[in-house]
């Protein structure tokens, strides 16, 4: 073998060199979209390349005929390589199963396998020989029929290829563009000089394919590191467009389409095997004449359409907008559609909801208003309206609320409002007088609810009634109390002064009486001396009853209060039973008092009112008791309480009676009871006395055999 | 052996006469019907007891039985309060020695002087 290179050679192995060297780099980024194919491509270019190199400077013919054999794995690999990169870059990878890629590469294979046994049956090259021309040695091969078999299949593989980066390029955003035409002018140069070559459309002696090549080769690069061939992948129209939720129709400036998504196709009801593109948007959107003609000389346009009706009804927001240039003439315009049915259910549904509380709201009888938060009545309902007599909504809404309350209620009313907004308060009530339409006051009831949004006081909202006769009511009401305490007021103090002057007349009675018993006034026979017992006893029983006519007043009254100080029991207890022995003796009964020494020395409460229900008590027994004796027994019971206890043998208490015995002017009736008349006020005074200190008052007797006064208070420490 | 002497405060004519004949056998007394005279009187006497009304004229009885507790010279002197007026006399329980409300029984209020002035 021998080989004789030239300098027409170091266009080739530049060539060859940028194959290499954009095989190398392309191979390193594989996972660009299409590198892995585009790499197999420029290795396979510069097998090509090299081993036309060593086919061109080989000087004998075998030494051509093997570096020519060997060239053709290279020529007849690049097509198949090239289909492959352009299925890859234009998104139809999924196309290229291996299956087909086998089955590209069926016919290849034969060929090399006809290329190596071409001696055998002369298909590829009918004649080999070697010329010598212009000082160089060249293959002069005639070319047999496989090799036209070769050819077309080859440029059939290039052509679709070609295809679809054509049709890739028409779509494609414009940044694409310039990348997409540097593929095909660099695919298109050796294809041609390819096609000039083979078909010795020129007489020249060297395959320029190979220059060819190099300016492809240079072609790429400069697609590669200018464009960023495989760096950034053009975005998929299929992937981002036909991908997309919202329908897109791109129309031209003669209203023609561009372009149309399948979410569009599918809104519109258009099959998507149908080509659409270039037809007018018109015959696109022929059920939407209407629209059609509003949006024709629109350049911007949103609108909601329904389309489909019943279950099927959907609804679309429709959005135009005009695709200007740098000149502000019209290039085309969008049209996007988004399916809004589930917002637009939702606002329906919202709507419904809201006109229904609005209807409630509005036929309500109460009134319902609404303030916002500088006190400007933002909404109210009829029933305001009516109510408060107002012609018309205009009337209160739009006004200060303070504007509809009584000028002498307004700082009230504003002071409890403002104390509701800083305290945030979520709801209070408040009864206020609001200035009808006719100038009268009405009042309303209100629950004022503060509207907050997010932590932020917006207003507020009221619910509220007329409540103007309610409140005459109350006022009537309250005056009738204020008499009826005043006369109440005035019944005690008559009382008092009555009893109070009662006294000393009786005092006259009951004293010249016993001074008669006494014979003062000179001996009195048996008859007049009954008759003074008759005088003395009924002014005891006039006394008594104005005693328990004036403290059942005062109890009635406000006087009914607790005047507490530090006092001694045993002290008390002596004060208040001096002279109860001689009232005893007066009728034959034996009295004696016992106190427990244990008792406290010191007690806190009201002295007066323990001593009179002591004196009430011993009092009661006396006058219930026609013979025995009378006991009282004061006693420590506990730690908490001391007890008074008054011990009779009495007329008795009937079971039955127990109880009536402590309500007003009660008594018990029995023949025993006729001479001891009262009007029965003292045991509801001492219970009502009792139970004013928290103590309790009870009753255990047996008629005939007498009874057993238990008063129970409780000690209060002195400390 | 004397008798205790009483002073009798009333300005009631008839209720000064029950007093009066009720205490006259066991006691010296001495009668006046108005507080200015009882306060006169009280200048050159010292009573055992007195028998002192509340609503009398002239000085009050409150004013009295004030008198009767400031001065040293009637620190034996016992004071029986006879009153018609409850509340009044519930208030002056403890500077007396014994209330009697109205109308006041003149065997009970024998009985009380004559206890009161057998403890001295």
Redesign the interface.
């Known amino acids: 073998m021998s080989y004789q290179f030239t300098l027409s050679m170091i266009p080739l192995a530049l060539g060859a060199l940028v194959s290499f060297a954009m095989a190398f780099y392309t191979w390193q980024n594989r996972k660009a979209i299409g590198a892995t194919s585009f790499a197999i491509m420029m290795l396979m270019l510069y097998e090509w390349e090299i081993c036309y190199i060593f086919q061109l400077a080989g000087t004998d013919l075998p030494t051509k005929l093997f570096w020519d054999k060997l060239m053709f794995v290279g020529v007849v690999a690049t097509p198949v390589a090239w289909l492959a990169f352009a299925l890859e870059y234009t998104r139809r990878k999924t196309w290229l199963t291996a299956g087909r890629l086998i089955s590209l590469s069926i016919f290849p294979l034969l060929t090399i396998t006809f290329i190596l046994t071409n001696e055998l049956h002369q298909l590829f090259w009918t004649k080999i020989a070697l010329t010598y021309q212009g000082g160089f040695f060249l293959l002069d091969n005639i070319n047999g029929p496989w090799f036209w078999m070769h050819a077309l299949y080859s440029y059939t593989l290039i052509t679709i290829g070609m295809v679809l980066f054509v049709r890739a390029l028409l779509r494609w955003p414009k940044q694409y563009r310039a990348q997409m035409t540097w593929i095909l002018l660099a695919t298109l140069t050796p294809f041609i000089a390819n096609i000039i070559f083979v078909f010795k459309i020129v007489p020249i002696l060297i395959d320029i394919t190979s220059f060819a090549l190099t300016f492809s080769a240079i072609g790429l690069a400069f697609a590669l590191f200018h464009h960023r061939l495989l760096d950034i992948a053009p975005i998929a129209r299929d992937i981002v467009v036909d991908g997309m939720k919202d329908g897109m129709i791109i129309l031209d400036a003669n209203r023609r389409i561009v372009d149309i998504n399948r979410a569009a196709q599918q809104m519109i009801g258009l099959s998507s095997d149908q080509p659409h593109i270039g037809k007018p948007v018109a015959e696109i959107l022929s059920k939407w004449p209407e629209l059609v003609q509003r949006y024709r000389d629109l350049l911007e346009a949103k609108d909601e359409v329904s389309i489909g009706e019943g279950e099927n009804q959907r609804w679309i927001e429709l959005t135009l907008s005009t695709l200007l240039d740098e000149n502000k003439s019209i290039l085309g315009r969008v049209l996007t559609g988004r399916d809004i049915t589930d917002r637009k259910q939702a606002e329906n549904k919202l709507q419904e909801s809201e006109a229904r509380f609005r209807q409630i709201v509005e036929n309500a009888n109460d009134v319902i208003y609404r303030v916002d938060n500088n006190g400007y009545v933002t909404y109210a309902n009829p029933a305001t309206i009516r109510i408060l007599g107002y012609e018309s909504e205009k009337d209160v809404v739009g006004r200060h609320y303070l504007e509809l309350v009584a000028p002498d209620a307004r700082a009230k009313v504003r002071r409890a409002y403002v104390h509701q907004f800083l305290s945030k308060t979520p709801t209070t009530y408040h009864e206020l007088p609001i200035i009808a339409g006719d100038g009268s006051e009405t009042w309303l009831g209100q629950k004022v609810q503060l509207i907050q949004e997010g932590g932020q006081i917006m207003g507020f909202q009221a619910l509220a009634r007329d409540i103007t006769e309610i409140k005459q009511a109350q006022d009537a009401l309250r005056l009738a109390r204020d008499q009826a305490l005043e006369a109440n007021l005035a019944k005690t103090r008559l009382l008092s002064k009555v009893s109070?002057?009662l006294?000393?007349p009786?005092?006259?009675?009951?004293?010249?009486a016993?001074?008669l018993q006494?014979n003062?006034f000179g001996e009195l026979n048996e008859k007049q001396q009954k008759a003074a017992s008759q005088i003395i006893e009924s002014?005891d029983y006039l006394?008594t009853m104005v005693?328990e006519l004036?403290?059942e007043a005062?109890l009635r009254s406000s006087a009914a209060t607790l005047h507490e100080t530090v006092f001694s029991p045993a002290t008390l207890i002596e004060?208040a039973t001096?002279?109860m022995d001689?009232?005893a003796q007066?009728k034959g009964l034996e009295f004696f008092a016992q106190v427990d020494p244990n008792l406290p020395r010191a007690i806190y409460g009201d002295?007066?009112r323990i001593?009179?229900i002591v004196i009430n008590l011993i009092g009661n027994a006396l006058k219930f008791t026609k013979k025995g004796s009378v006991h009282l027994n004061v006693t420590c019971q506990g730690d908490n309480y001391w007890g008074i206890q008054v011990i009779d043998t009495g007329i008795g208490v009937p079971a039955e009676a127990q109880e009536a015995i402590f309500e007003p002017f009660q008594q018990v009736h029995s023949e025993l009871t006729n001479d001891n008349r009262g009007i029965g006020l003292g045991l509801s005074i001492t219970k009502q006395l009792v139970e004013l200190m928290n103590g309790k008052i009870v009753v255990e007797s047996e008629p005939g055999k007498g009874s057993t006064f238990t008063v129970l208070l409780p000690i209060k420490g002195v400390g | 052996m004397t008798k205790p002497f009483v002073l009798i405060v009333e300005d009631d004519p008839k209720l000064n006469e029950i007093i009066n004949l009720t205490l006259q056998g066991d006691f010296e007394l001495e009668t006046c019907a108005d507080g200015n005279t009882a306060m006169e009187l009280l200048a050159n006497i010292i009573p055992q007891i007195v028998v002192l009304d509340l609503h009398i004229p002239g000085t009050p009885g409150r004013e009295i039985l004030t008198h009767l507790r400031s001065d040293k010279r009637f620190w034996r002197t016992r004071v029986i309060l006879t009153t018609a007026d409850n509340r009044l006399a519930e208030t002056l329980h403890n500077d007396v020695d014994i209330v009697l409300l109205k109308p006041v029984s003149p065997n009970q209020l024998r009985e009380l002087a004559l206890r009161i002035s057998s403890l001295q």
């Open positions: 109070h002057e006294r000393t009786l005092g006259g009675i009951l004293g010249y016993e001074l006494r003062t002014s006394a005693n004036l403290d005062q004060q001096s002279g001689i009232l007066k002295d007066r001593r009179q």
